[in-house]
């Protein structure tokens, strides 16, 4: 088995007029995320942890914010476009950890959720994924509250390329090596 670890980050300036969704999860919150998209920082952040554990480069190079296609789109249809890039390569998500930075709103009584929708946009198992969130202790940007950061680890495996059971070769003296 072959295994690829990848990490993610991304941040999202608050702003009022905007919902606030996050892992696909509306939070009720006097504040939303300003983006291109519809700024769900936490999502950005578990795919630029799978786009690079894959080696598929980051979010900005496929979904690029500078492409009116993307304007206001649900992350939850990014994430599954950046499944079908895993699974096209043979990849599987081992598992995903990710931490929400920020003072406000408190995120404990919606992580449950935002951990379900993840794993079903990823169709893999809810165990596979978990949620968490700190505070920065009223210190840095997201203290101040001028923005939310989001942080990802993510865990990929697959059968190498050509994969097959060991086969026992019993060479004469002399005889050369079979190719793999
Ligand atoms: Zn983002």
């Keep these: 088995m072959s ?3 990848g990490q993610g980050f991304d941040v999202h300036r608050w702003v009022t007029g ?22 769900d920082v936490l999502i950005h952040a578990i795919i630029d942890a799978l786009l690079g554990a894959a080696g598929l480069g ?11 296609q993307y304007k206001g789109i649900d992350s939850g249809q990014l994430l599954d476009r950046v499944r079908g890039m895993l699974a096209e390569k043979g990849w599987k998500v081992e598992n995903i ?10 995120m404990a009584p919606h992580i449950p959720l935002m951990e ?4 079903a946009l990823l169709a893999i198992e809810v165990m596979r994924i978990n949620v968490k969130a700190t ?15 989001a942080m990802a680890s993510a865990l990929l495996y697959r059968d190498p390329p050509g994969a097959h059971p060991a086969k026992l070769v019993v060479l004469r003296p002399g005889e050369p090596r079979p190719a793999d």
């Design 3 to 5: 295994y690829r670890i």
């Design 18 to 39: 905007r919902p606030l969704i996050l892992g696909g999860v509306t939070v009720p919150h006097s504040h939303g995320l300003e983006g291109h998209s519809d700024a």
């Design 58 to 68: 980051d979010i900005g190079r496929h979904f690029p914010d500078s492409d009116p």
């Design 97 to 106: 950890d990710a931490t929400l930075i920020g003072q406000k709103p408190r």
């Design 116 to 119: 379900a929708r993840l794993a």
């Design 135 to 149: 505070t920065t202790e009223g210190l840095g940007f997201t203290g101040r509250q001028e923005g939310l950061a």
